[in-house]
């Protein structure tokens, strides 16, 4: 089988005959003459790295568990073709795991004075901005013996926003705002503060509803319907301390919280209620305020994208004083926080009058489902001993949620799944009552 290219060569000069001879330079430069002249050759025809042109383009910004792609174009000024080997450094937490070395690596060939574009495809674990590092090429020549390796910048970055993976309880919820506003051919007797219309009274409405003055203009009883009351101000407070770092699964509670907190601004911007957000520990992390209802949402998904949990305990008077001056006016106050009970007893319940005499406050708290397992097990005595821990730390969550309720606190704990259509279900109570 004939030989071409870099195995021909290394085959020839391999045949060479070198006889026995004493080791010196001479004898060393005269034997390996013909693999250095070839090796020089090919470096000299590998084309040069620093001269290379780098720009990104694609996109800023992806949902976390999906896909971004981020396409480099590599310009070759020189005359000699580019044959490379490329590595797209990014951090690790822009792939999935296992997948880093095939996804950044590429080979591409650029002819000279042309251009090339190759496309890394970014997956990204974690939310926050990925920051493009650096980019490695090694330019080999024709047979590929020598190369010339350098780096460049080409700085880009890719925001991982919230997964928001509780929108496909949106269009439930949706159905049953529609019912409160009375949009549906299903009519919600004695609920709402706001008048909206009269109709014909029909068998079972509440008589408490007759308009007797309109009756008497007519024919027919006439019953007053109600809608929820619109334009009220709703303050979505992330407590971002320590207690938000605890992970349930396979995130942060924190994370389950931003989830619940999409899903009621996404359903109470459709409502026609004004949503800020104020994330807070010791100081404010994040404030979103005076946004349109159709701006609210990206602003929050924005915001939200680069919150971590910090280590330290929550300042519940500084909470308290922020919230009260985001919120002047009346307002329903959201706190996502947790129901542990030192943070509530020592932190929020000798502070929670200045927010409940002003405002109505409900308190949204992450469960975790592994207790709840926990407190069922059974078969051997380390079972039976996690299952009483389990049931002692369920009997103190359920102490403390009562604490607040005594309060005027509307309590929401439950499992990461099922947190955020349950906080909306208890702001649609709310709505329905007329309490805000």
């Not at 720009?55 to 005359?79: F, Y």
């Not at 690596?105 to 493009?132: F, I, K, S, W, Y």
């Not at 780096?151 to 409160?180: C, N």
Request: glycine share 6%.
């Amino acid at each position: 089988m004939a030989l071409t290219g870099r195995a021909a060569l290394l085959a020839a000069l391999g045949s060479l005959p070198v006889g026995i001879w004493e080791p010196s330079w001479t004898g060393i430069l005269a034997v390996n003459a013909p693999l250095a002249m070839a090796c020089a050759c090919d470096f000299a025809l590998a084309a040069p790295v620093r001269r290379l042109g780098l720009t990104r383009s694609g996109d800023a910004s992806v949902r976390l568990g999906d896909t971004a792609d981020v396409t480099l174009t590599i310009t070759n000024p020189s005359r000699r073709p580019l044959r490379a080997r490329l590595r797209d450094a990014w951090p690790p937490s822009s792939w999935q795991p296992g997948t880093e070395t095939t996804a950044s690596r590429h080979r591409l060939t650029v002819p000279p004075g042309e251009r090339r574009r190759m496309t890394t495809r970014l997956r990204p674990t974690r939310r926050g901005d990925r920051q493009a590092d650096r980019v490695t090429i090694r330019s080999y020549g024709p047979l590929g013996l020598f190369s010339r390796q350098g780096t460049h910048k080409a700085p880009w970055t890719v925001r991982v926003l919230p997964p928001f993976t509780s929108r496909k309880h949106l269009p439930s919820k949706l159905a049953r705002l529609r019912e409160l506003d009375g949009r549906t051919s299903v009519l919600t007797r004695g609920e709402g503060t706001e008048f909206d219309s009269l109709r014909e009274y029909v068998p079972g409405d509440d008589t408490r509803s007759i308009d007797w003055r309109a009756t008497a203009r007519q024919t027919t009883v006439a019953v007053r319907t109600w809608r929820p009351e619109r334009d009220r101000h709703i303050l979505l407070v992330l407590d971002t301390g320590r207690t938000s770092a605890g992970r349930v699964g396979d995130a942060p509670r924190l994370d389950a919280s931003m989830d619940a907190a999409l899903l009621l601004a996404a359903l109470a911007s459709r409502a026609g209620d004004r949503v800020d957000l104020l994330a807070y520990d010791r100081k404010v992390r994040a404030l979103v305020q005076g946004r349109t209802a159709g701006d609210v949402l990206p602003a929050l998904v924005n915001a939200m994208a680069t919150l971590e949990p910090e280590l330290v305990e929550t300042n519940a008077r500084g909470l308290t004083a922020t919230a009260l001056r985001t919120s002047p006016r009346r307002s329903l106050i959201v706190l996502l926080t947790t129901l542990d009970t030192a943070p509530i007893e020592e932190g929020l319940l000798p502070v929670l009058a200045q927010l409940t005499q002003r405002h109505t406050v409900l308190l949204a708290s992450v469960a975790d489902p592994h207790v709840t397992d926990m407190a069922t097990a059974r078969g051997d005595v380390e079972a039976v001993y996690e299952a009483a821990a389990a049931a002692q730390a369920q009997s103190e969550r359920h102490r403390t949620a009562e604490q607040l309720r005594r309060h005027g606190v509307t309590v929401v704990d439950a499992t990461p799944d099922d947190l955020a259509p349950a906080l909306a279900d208890a702001y649609l109570a709310l709505k329905a009552a007329g309490r805000l």
